[in-house]
């Protein structure tokens, strides 16, 4: 199992430009999450869903988009960059409700410029 | 509200040195989850342990040591004969039926720098 994989690994957006971040689990997990790690920060929670299908809102949705056509994969859209969205982004997941710790992707670093 | 607070921005320590991070956390939840993570330099997120609202056992695996106080609602990570592989930022994080569907709360870490 490869487990979760993202990409790409880094990217630099002007303002204004648009962007997918790809997250993919081949674990059949039906949990999945997007988190955002500021600089000295801890990872805050963007969006997540439970299921292809169902998504919803985490603590700072704003300004990112999210869809879960398949189980496998959870993208993460960013419409238009601005440099607040500047940070490294981690995607996760987990088999379902219960006491699992969540996996956790390599990391997107991104910087918008 | 779900919170965890991980008050030592950074530790400073010398090898061998044994080390204390702290976490204390908020929750109104009767049931949630305890974690620890470790992030090494290269950036990756590694799971060190979990722990239930219901088992306030301490836990030991080799040089790594977990202290869980629901009185105090505290769970302290401590390194004992601390390596410079060790050097990290650590992670404590909250999850219960209050924040639905596994979510986490992070705390804002703790950086341990161990010099040789």
């Known amino acids: 199992n490869a487990g979760v994989t993202q990409t790409p690994k880094f990217r630099i957006l002007k303002i204004g430009q648009s962007m997918t971040l790809q997250c993919t689990q081949d674990?059949?997990?039906?949990?999945m999450y997007w988190y955002r790690q500021d600089p000295g920060m801890g990872l805050k929670l963007i969006y997540y869903?439970?299921?292809?299908?169902?998504?919803d809102k985490g603590e700072v949705p704003n300004g990112y988009n999210v869809s879960r056509s398949t189980t496998e994969d959870f993208p993460l859209r960013l419409e238009l960059a601005a440099p607040s969205q500047t940070s490294v982004y981690f995607c996760?997941?987990?088999?379902?409700?219960?006491?699992?710790?969540?996996?956790f992707g390599p990391g997107t670093r991104l910087t918008v410029t | 509200a779900q919170k965890v607070t991980q008050a030592q921005t950074e530790i400073s320590v010398v090898e061998k040195e044994d080390v204390t991070l702290d976490c204390v956390y908020e929750?109104?939840?009767?049931?949630?989850?305890l974690f620890w993570y470790k992030q090494p330099p290269s950036g990756e997120l590694v799971f060190l342990i979990r722990?239930?609202?219901?088992?306030?056992q301490n836990e030991i695996s080799g040089r790594y040591s977990w202290n869980f106080q629901k009185s105090t609602s505290s769970f302290n990570f401590t390194i004992t004969a601390s390596q410079v592989v060790d050097s990290a930022v650590y992670f404590c994080?909250?999850?219960?039926?209050?924040?639905?569907?596994?979510?986490?709360?992070f705390g804002t870490g703790t950086r341990l720098l161990v010099s040789p």
């Open positions: 996760a997941s987990i088999p379902g409700q219960g006491a699992y710790e969540q996996y």
């Open positions: 674990m059949n997990h039906n949990y």
């Open positions: 869903s439970v299921g292809a299908g169902i998504t």
């Open positions: 929750t109104r939840d009767t049931t949630y989850y």
């Open positions: 722990r239930n609202s219901f088992d306030e």
């Open positions: 994080a909250l999850s219960g039926s209050g924040t639905g569907f596994q979510k986490l709360v």
